[in-house]
């Protein structure tokens, strides 16, 4: 009978020799190498999605708005006149805070309490924390930047008589001043805001009505510095896009004649400006507006370019300088009081 081959006949695995673990590893390191990029792309691609999506449905809130409101945008803020709801008086918007422990009611707040949208529609997932936050983010400290000061002065306290923010928590998203105005609702011989309606918009499918504010570190491009190692961020203040020809920057300083009453920036000096700026620089970026600096807040962060809502309802990514060089910003200073055409050059002059 013939006899069974003993099991130590059989081809034995062997391991892996140091080479071909070398060679192993070095192929995995190339894939890792060609994938991420791709990989970090397509994440890039998402938020941009993400945050187009959000500003659709941001405009589609200030439509439901328009229509409890007769057609009337909100303000971009106010100065609450009472600690709680969508209480303001005409009378108190003045230059300075006449009432700083009721804090501000941004136009956030407006549309997600009558638009019917949640607040985390204001964030896009491609910045800092989600958006930036509020000039008096009140006592939730995730609310609060490092080094962010409030409105009063105070750094983070969980003490509930803090002034609180009628704004989203985190807001990713900037009005055009030039339809939701500011609080300049005084009455003086100069310029005036004044609230507008959409029926007044010349051409809404051309002219932007919110962007994506611009992010550097801890927001400091919306910051007005206190000191050397704090600031309060202004989240609260739009996008303004006009020179003044008469004021300059100071837009609410223009005077009751000269025609036509505003401009456009320089294309090439913003170009430049935007160009040299980087997370070191603190300012007031969003100030009085009507210089370039104003324009500084706006986002770059999709590959150089950011979302665009427009008051017809639609988004576009774009960069900056385009909607510039095209005057999508709109043909009026509609949320101006007197004579607010726009030079029709685009550029600063002499009235």
Do not use: C
Request: proline content about 7%.
């Amino acid at each position: 009978m013939p006899q069974v081959p003993p099991a130590a006949t059989k081809r034995q695995r062997q391991a892996f020799t140091l080479i071909e673990l070398l060679v192993v590893i070095a192929i995995i390191a190339l894939l890792i190498g060609i994938l991420l990029p791709a990989i970090g792309q397509a994440r890039r691609t998402a938020w941009a999605v993400v945050a187009g999506t959000n500003a659709r449905s941001v405009i589609q809130a200030a439509a439901i708005y328009n229509v409890d409101t007769a057609g009337f945008y909100p303000p971009t803020y106010v100065y609450a006149s009472s600690e709680k709801g969508y209480d303001w008086d005409v009378d108190l918007q003045r230059e300075s805070h006449p009432l700083p422990q009721n804090g501000y009611i941004h136009w956030s707040y407006a549309l997600f309490n009558n638009g019917e949208v949640p607040d985390n529609t204001f964030e896009t997932p491609a910045v800092l924390s989600r958006g930036a936050p509020r000039t008096n983010p009140g006592p939730d400290f995730d609310l609060w930047e490092p080094d962010q000061v409030n409105g009063v002065g105070s750094t983070f306290t969980d003490d509930p008589s803090q002034p609180v923010d009628r704004q989203v928590g985190r807001l990713a998203f900037a009005s055009n001043a030039a339809i939701m105005p500011r609080n300049k609702f005084n009455t003086n011989d100069r310029r005036q805001a004044k609230l507008v309606r959409e029926f007044q918009l010349v051409r809404p499918a051309q002219e932007i009505l919110i962007t994506e504010f611009k992010e550097t570190a801890n927001w400091r491009s919306l910051a007005d510095p206190v000191d050397d190692t704090s600031s309060v961020i202004k989240s609260h203040r739009p996008i303004t896009p006009f020179f003044g020809l008469s004021a300059g920057a100071d837009v609410f300083n223009e005077l009751n004649r000269g025609v036509p009453s505003y401009a456009y920036p320089d294309t090439e000096e913003l170009r430049e400006v935007i160009n040299t700026l980087d997370s070191s620089q603190i300012g007031l970026i969003v100030g009085q507006g009507g210089s370039n600096s104003s324009l500084e807040a706006v986002g770059d962060h999709h590959g150089g370019k950011v979302n665009f809502g427009y008051a017809d309802g639609h988004v576009e990514l774009d960069e900056l300088v385009n909607t510039i060089v095209e005057r999508k910003w709109g043909d009026r200073f509609y949320s101006m009081t007197g004579d607010n055409r726009i030079d029709e050059d685009g550029m600063p002059g002499t009235p």
